[in-house]
């Protein structure tokens, strides 16, 4: 079984910075893409950042130049860091991964780390 396990998250005041760090393990033989989700108010999951194998990385609208996702496939670790918060940034923050296996791909998800901004 595949694990997708966040830490870093917490209270944050306005303007500050946060790290969030996913770390993969398991029955894992390759990872193609990795990103960052968070979870709106009566909403779908929206794109944070993605990050392919590669380096290749897409951002959301909203935290585009504050936000800035990595990875080191070395570890199979994914990492967000957040700079200039906002209270609109409040939301649950979840890591995926395309994971492959001896046989198939899949979408694994962590369980979500909450990062609350507010002073």
């Known amino acids: 079984q595949v694990q997708l396990v966040e830490s870093g998250g917490g209270l944050v005041q306005p303007g500050g910075s946060v790290r969030l760090s996913c770390a993969a393990s398991?029955?894992?033989?390759?990872?193609?893409?990795m990103g960052w989700y968070r979870q709106a108010p009566e909403k779908g999951r929206e794109l944070v950042a993605t990050?392919?194998?590669?380096?290749?990385?897409d951002y959301g609208k909203s935290v585009k130049g504050r936000f800035a996702i990595s990875r080191d496939n070395a570890n199979n670790t994914l990492s967000l860091q957040m700079n200039n918060l906002k209270p609109e940034d409040t939301r649950l923050y979840y890591c995926?991964?395309?994971?492959?296996?001896?046989?198939?791909?899949?979408?694994?998800w962590g369980q979500g780390t909450q990062v609350t901004v507010s002073s």
């Open positions: 995926n991964a395309d994971v492959g296996i001896p046989t198939t791909t899949r979408r694994y």
């Open positions: 398991g029955s894992i033989f390759s990872i193609n893409v």
């Open positions: 990050i392919t194998r590669g380096g290749n990385t």
